[in-house]
């Protein structure tokens, strides 16, 4: 179980266009971040590369849905009905 710094909001987090990542200030003097892409994943840690501390952001997931349609898997009828064409 991880111990949190804090919890933080994402609109709390200055958000960087060029490299797609929040940064939240670290009381080391850094800032956590967490990217993007980590957030469509469903990541709520964001982590500070100077020390140890980690954040807990709250996000609403639904917002940072990439919205890639991932398609179900074939049943085994339908496999076995390719395989038999």
């Not at 960087?16 to 980590?38: N, Q």
């Not at 898997?73 to 395989?83: D, G, H, I, V």
């Amino acid at each position: 179980m991880s111990v949190f710094h804090d919890e933080v909001e994402i609109e709390d987090f200055e958000y960087d266009e060029d490299t797609e990542t929040y940064y939240f200030p670290c009381p080391c003097g850094d800032r956590f971040a967490i990217t993007k892409e980590d957030l469509e994943n469903g990541e709520e840690v964001a982590t500070c590369p100077s020390c140890s501390l980690i954040v807990k952001v709250i996000y609403d997931q639904e917002l940072f849905m990439s919205g890639e349609i991932i398609e179900a898997p074939m049943s085994s009828e339908s496999k076995l009905e390719l395989a038999q064409s």
